[in-house]
């Protein structure tokens, strides 16, 4: 399996506080993502990382920041949790040297609930 | 991005081979076709990817059609444990969408003794 650890794996909190998850990969990986998903809407894309500091949107970004401080950490924050962000949340991760011939690695999900 | 189209369910008897048909009639020259599967609530697991040959590795073989339109996953001795729901997914190759994967619902595949 590639190296890949989410951190925490299950989380309660409650709403209106921050929240962090964290995703560290032992790979040196370019690209990192992270992804949510419901039901009925499958894996969504939130923010992703093409290198140290370099993030951008996906497709369900309102709500959620992402920091990149070294190649191996992609930090995923809450600023203030709502009950519409309980969700099961994926990382991953892949060589990204620009090739699309190449296959991302997902870590095992960090469910999260907001209450 | 170009959009897949996989029916919603498929049973397959164990032992037998199981064929995962996908429909991307809109995908460009340059994206290749990417499937995964997930078992119950765990990460996506890559099983396989191609741009216009067919493709075989140790879990599953990935034939496209020439006009690239189609493919098909063939598991070919299904067991239990491949009972998943796998997804078709088409690999952005152009502006903001380059490298993305965009996933859909994807086939639940039960695979029955």
């Known amino acids: 399996d590639a190296g890949i650890t989410q951190s925490p794996r299950h989380k309660v909190t409650e709403t209106g506080t921050p929240v962090t998850l964290r995703c560290h990969q032992t790979?040196?990986?370019?690209?990192m993502y992270w992804y949510r998903q419901d039901p009925g809407h499958g894996l969504r894309l939130i923010h992703y990382?093409?290198?140290?500091?370099?993030?951008d949107k996906g497709e369900v970004s309102d709500g959620y920041s992402v920091s990149r401080s070294k190649t191996e950490d992609f930090l995923l924050t809450l600023e203030s949790a709502t009950s519409s962000q309980t969700s099961v949340y994926f990382c991953a991760i892949n060589p990204g040297n620009r090739n699309l011939n190449t296959e991302a690695f997902f870590g095992q999900g960090t469910r999260l609930t907001v209450v | 991005d170009a959009k897949t189209t996989q029916p919603t369910s498929m049973d397959c008897a164990e032992g037998r081979a199981a064929n995962l048909p996908c429909n991307h009639s809109?995908?460009?020259?340059?994206?290749?076709v990417y499937w995964y599967r997930q078992i119950h609530s765990q990460g996506p697991q890559y099983i396989i990817h191609g741009l216009k040959n067919n493709e075989t590795n140790e879990m599953a073989s990935l034939i496209i059609t020439e006009d690239r339109k189609s493919s098909t996953l063939i598991l070919p001795h299904a067991t239990l444990r491949d009972t998943a729901v796998y997804y078709c997914i088409v690999r952005g190759a152009g502006g903001t969408s380059y490298g993305k994967l965009t996933f859909g619902q994807g086939t639940i595949l039960t695979v029955h003794p």
């Open positions: 809109t995908i460009s020259g340059n994206e290749y």
């Open positions: 790979e040196n990986h370019r690209y």
């Open positions: 990382s093409y290198g140290v500091k370099d993030t």
